[in-house]
Structures are given as C-alpha cells and as structure tokens.
C-alpha cells in the first residue's frame, strides 16, 4: 500500500505529515512557508519527512493537499485585480450590497458592506435581458460588448468576472461574452457566474464569482508550481487536493472551479480534532486551529462539522459550499500597530513567513503577535525543531516602538495589550459560530492545535468558559494530519431545470449512470477500486416555491417507474442530480501512552520566567515528548514539542490524557 502524504501550505508555515499505510506509523516535519513560490517550501518538507521515515519519494502512493492560499489572498486582500462584465443597469451591484435590520423597525441599522473585490472603474456593462425563466426578453448587444471589453484593455486587470441578471436561468449570453472576451482580453482568465454557483439572487452570484476571479491566477499557478514540484522531488503518486466542503478533487478541477478552495487548508484540520475527539469520546466540541496567518474556528456537534452554502472569510461571506468554518486574519505574524485614532489594532494583514516576525532575524521590521509572545516569554528560543531561532532582544525593540506609539512606559505592557486584544477577537469569533448555531461555548469542550492555537488556548478557554480545552499531540500539523488520513471523496452534479414531466425514466437512470460513471472513474485513478467507494445520490427540486432534497436510493432507481417514486408531482422541477463517492477512511493506529505518576518530574527541563498579569511570575518548561499518562502539569508553564507551545497559566493545570491529548482546565476545578 505505501505511504500516504498530507501536506498541508498555510501563509506562514508548510506542515507535512507522512503515514505508513499498513502499520499506520506517522513522520511530521514543520518548515518555513515560501510565498514566492510554495513549491519550494513543500520540496524541503518532503526531503526532510521521507529523510525522518528512511523511504524514497517513490514509496509515496498518494498524496493529499490542503492549503490556505485562498483564505489568505481573502483576508489580506492580495488576490487579482478583478474585472466586471453586469447587466446594464447594475453595475453598482457589489458597491451596494446588502443591508441587514438585526433588530426591530425603528432598531439600528447595521450594514456592514466588504470592500468590493472589483473597482467600479474595471466594471462594465453590457446590453441584454433573460427572464427568471429562462427567456431572451432582449438579446445581446454583441457590438456594444465588443466595444465596453475593449475599454478594459490597459486596466491592468489580471481576471474576468461575467454575471448577468438571471444567468442562472439561461447563461447563453454569459457565454457568448466569454467567447468575445477571449478575444478582446487574451490570456486573461474568466470565471462566469452561472458556472461558478447556480444562485437565482443576483449579488450573492456575482459576490462569489467575482471571488472566484479574485483568486483564480494565483491558485492555478500554485497549483501547476506544485505538480512541478512534486515531479522533481521524484513523486510520481497522484494528487488530490482538498476542498473547503471536504470534498479531494483533481488539480485540474481544482484550477476550474478556485472558489471550492476557500477554507481547504481549516477542513483537514477538522478532521483530524474530529478523530482525536473521538478517541477521548467527545462529540460535542469547538475547534481552535491558529496558525501564523489566520485563526479558523468550527462547532462540532454529535460528531459531525456542519456544512454551510457560504464561507466566511473576514468580512466577507460568499455562496460556496464548505465546512461551517469562519476564518478570521488573527494568527502569530497577524501585525500590531496603532491606528489613526490612537487605538491598538492586531490584523489582518501579516508578516507570513518572509520577512516574518521581527523575533525571526529575517528582516521583519513590524511588532507581530509572534514577537509579543517572545518577550512575554511563552515561546522558548526556536519553532518548528529548530528551523527557526528566536531573537527576544529584537523583539523587545519592536515592541517598544508600538509602546512608544500607545504612549505606555513598557514594551511588556504593549506585548500584554496585544496578546490580550488577539485573544479577544477570537474569543468573539469563537462566540459567533456557536452562537449562530443556537449553542453556548461554555457547553463546548475546545480543541486547539496549529503552530499557535495551544499559545492562546489556555486564555482562550478562561473567555469561553470551554472546558477542557485539549491539545492533542503535534497540534501544529494536524490539518497535514486530517489530508493524510481522511478517506478520498469525490462529487459531480448534472444540471437539468425540467419538470419531471419533460424526463422520461430512462433517461433519469442514464443521467444518473453517467455521474457515477464520471466520478467513480475520477477516484479509481486516486486507487480507491469501484468495489471499495460507497455512492450518496441525491435530487434537488423545487416545488411550490421551495427547493427540496430527495434521495435517489437504490429501491427508487429500480422502481418501475423512477419519477413517480421521487414523491413529488409531475409538475415539480428537477433542479439537479448530485453524487458523492466516498472511499475508505485510512487506519490510523492511536498513540497508547504508558501510564506516569502525577508529577511528571523527568519532563522537567527547565526553569524560566514569563509575564503575566503584569508582572514576572516562575514558570517551569517541560518536554512533550518525555510525558506520561496521568502525568499533571501545574501552570504557570510552557510545554514544547517540534511544531507547537502548549502554554499553561497560572492557576490551571494540563493532564495528560492516555491519546497524547493534554487536557486543560482551571486547577482543582470540579468541571468534568
């Protein structure tokens, strides 16, 4: 069987982790992200994880990838200068917006509108009108258009967004212009909004295909890089990569359809909390995952993420199916300064990995959340097994510059101020997701990993009031964890707006061959055999007005008569067909730790000092690696381990759990 790969790119660090399929024995290494080119950064990981394992990259059989460069590009606000093609008369769409009346008439209004990702001075119009039936009212202008695309040319626009009103009916017309702007705009790459999502409400589908356009360029050049990459690193297995619903499709689809990235890299780190939580018998949790760029945040309930018709990302909220994650631009190179009213802001803009943290040596020259947690003293003297040495003088000099600017006395007092504002904006952010889903935090077990998230989750947990808050072992490559090991899954739908009364039953059993046809091959060609995937069909219609979901169950296929067993009237629409193929999920074999006393007195490696509470207070420093089962860690103290900080405060304590998993709550607290 080989060995299966799971890399995971985040904006700051590259996380690989490499499982021996048949003894389920796993190999991580932690590496510096390389933003100009991310290949490079997953090449040296993969040397130095096949290196750790004593394998050659040929013993590889398959690889997985999840990444977070369409998040990034989001919140950072560093994707494609976007242009856009409307109908006549809706040009202002994305200025516009939506507002929201949160509470009564005569209540406040509330609008909060995301910075459009096309200027209004690359959006254009073109004469035409479809119905929401379906019907020409006004055919295209083709001169007209011919002539507006050609204004666009000099823009320095690097993606074309077409979306017309009620493409989703009819996308004649948006096609008709892709043809035109192939040729007024060559090499400029279009997304089509009726492709991108079937949504009859006009800003939502152009909010998510301009989206689309916005991180088109950069993901299908990161995607050809890493194919490259992998190639000359001597990998010949294939590549799935996955999507923010779950969902590991080909490179090629993946460059087709950019939007299914969104939230990827947070997917695989769901899955692995969800398989750690299952071994401590939770299935009810939040998720924690900070990295270096972004903090993604997920409410877990009865074992299962939810999935959502939109992601979250910042400010932003675009109709795309994924994991109900929200994603904020709080990570450990978020960036401090002060803002033109005086006051402390933490991101979302970030130092990534070059030039990085100004703790790093690297040419950093901005305070980030990195450098405030050095001179506090909670990060030791090197990241990610030493890949990354820390200069605490350095960061000491960053920080009282930003003190200087908030006009306090100490660069400690600054530190303080930005470990606590990033805390609270999680902690916000955590409150949202579960509250939206009608849940308290406080109900909630937390599991938190990525490079940074066991840093903050001990505070995290004392503003949540989630307990415990568990950290499980290498925390900061769970989400290669989560590629690595969750089961390929693949899906296709088939389009067809028709009454049920407009298909005949052999044509119903043909569409539907077809799917599994497609998608049953697609998986075969990632080694996953026909006999080994487990099929989920489903229709979509819509009747009297509301869209339902049926399932197309074996008993209703083989029925005499397929559409009439659907249970709906001939009169109802047959929207679309969906298929998922699911494989098998890969054994994965749980880490059985020998049992310690209380006090883990071999961990014990070191003495040191950290600030908290505004003042220096002893802590001690303990090797992850040496601890046992049972063994109980009385905070203030630090917890090292290759990839990530486990930081205990005072007055709580971390139990070690026989998974590896730490357990932290208050100390001596009778919570369960």
């Not at 990525?450 to 503003?463: D, E, M, Q, S």
Request: glycine share 12%; hydrophobic share 45%.
């Amino acid at each position: 069987m080989g060995y299966r790969l799971g890399v995971d790119v985040g904006g700051t660090f590259t996380d690989v982790l490499l499982v021996d399929q048949v003894t389920g024995r796993t190999f991580r290494v932690k590496t510096p992200s390389t933003p100009d080119n991310a290949g490079l950064g997953v090449r040296r990981g993969i040397a130095l994880v096949c290196e750790q394992a004593g394998i050659g990259p040929d013993e590889i059989s398959q690889v997985v990838h999840g990444t977070t460069l369409a998040t990034n590009l989001i919140l950072q606000g560093k994707g494609a200068r976007v242009g856009l093609v409307t109908t006549h008369g809706f040009r202002r769409m994305l200025q516009i917006a939506r507002s929201y009346l949160p509470g009564p008439l005569a209540g406040w209004v509330q609008w909060p509108k995301p910075e459009p990702l096309a200027r209004m001075e690359n959006t254009i119009e073109v004469a035409e009108r479809v119905d929401a039936e379906g019907r020409i009212v006004q055919p295209l202008d083709v001169p007209g258009a011919r002539e507006a695309l050609r204004g666009l040319r000099g823009s320095g626009i690097e993606a074309l967004t077409i979306s017309l009103l009620n493409s989703y009916a009819n996308d004649v017309h948006e096609r008709m212009l892709a043809e035109i702007a192939a040729e007024e705009l060559p090499g400029v790459p279009i997304s089509l909004s009726a492709t991108v999502i079937a949504e009859p409400r006009e800003y939502e589908r152009a909010l998510a295909a301009v989206a689309d356009s916005y991180v088109r360029p950069r993901v299908a050049r990161y995607l050809d890089d890493l194919g490259e990459v992998l190639a000359s690193a001597g990998i010949t297995a294939p590549l799935s990569i996955l999507r923010g619903d779950g969902v590991q499709t080909m490179p090629d689809r993946a460059a087709d359809h950019p939007l299914g990235l969104l939230l990827s890299g947070p997917v695989g780190g769901v899955a692995g909390a969800s398989w750690f939580a299952e071994q401590l018998g939770l299935r009810d949790f939040l998720t924690f995952d900070m990295g270096g760029t972004s903090t993604d945040i997920t409410l877990v309930r009865d074992g299962r993420p939810r999935l959502a018709k939109q992601a979250i990302v910042g400010r932003l909220e675009v109709r795309t199916s994924s994991v109900d994650v929200r994603s904020v631009g709080a990570g450990g190179g978020s960036i401090a300064l002060v803002d033109e009213n005086g006051e402390l802001v933490v991101g979302p803009e970030s130092a990534g990995a070059r030039p990085g943290p100004v703790a790093y040596g690297l040419g950093g020259d901005e305070p980030t959340v990195t450098d405030a947690n050095v001179l506090l003293g909670h990060l030791p003297g090197k990241l990610a097994g030493g890949e990354i040495m820390l200069d605490r003088a350095a960061a000491r000099r960053a920080l009282k510059g930003l003190a200087h600017e908030l006009g306090i006395p100490r660069s400690f007092e600054a530190a303080e101020q930005v470990v606590e504002l990033v805390n609270d904006n999680m902690a916000a952010a955590l409150r949202l997701v579960s509250v939206r889903q009608g849940a308290e935090p406080k109900d909630f077990a937390l599991l938190a990993y990525g490079g940074a998230g066991p840093l903050h989750a001990n505070a995290i947990g004392v503003l949540t009031g989630s307990w415990p808050v568990i950290v499980p072992p290498a925390p900061g490559v769970l989400c290669a964890h989560g590629d690595a090991t969750a089961g390929l899954r693949d899906e296709d739908t088939v389009i067809i707006r028709r009454t049920l009364d407009e298909i005949d039953n052999s044509e119903l059993r043909a569409l539907v061959d077809d799917l599994e046809k497609s998608v049953c091959h697609r998986l075969e060609a990632l080694g996953v055999a026909c006999a080994e995937q487990t099929l989920c069909r489903s229709a979509v219609l819509r009747d009297g007005g509301r869209e339902v979901h049926v399932e197309l169950a074996d008993a209703i296929l083989a029925a005499p008569d397929p559409l009439a067993a659907i249970g709906h009237p001939p009169s109802a629409e047959l929207v679309r067909i969906d298929l998922v193929a699911q494989g098998p999920r890969l054994n994965f074999t749980a880490t059985a730790l020998p049992p310690g006393e209380a006090v883990p007195v071999t961990a014990l490696v070191a003495h040191t000092e950290i600030w908290h509470g505004g003042r220096p207070v002893d802590a001690r420093i303990y090797d992850r690696a040496k601890l046992l089962a049972g063994n109980v860690i009385v905070g203030p103290a630090i917890i090292m381990e290759m990839d990530s900080t486990t930081l205990v405060l005072p007055d709580h304590a971390a139990t070690v759990h026989p998974t590896g998993c730490l357990l932290l709550r208050p100390h001596r607290s009778r919570l369960s």
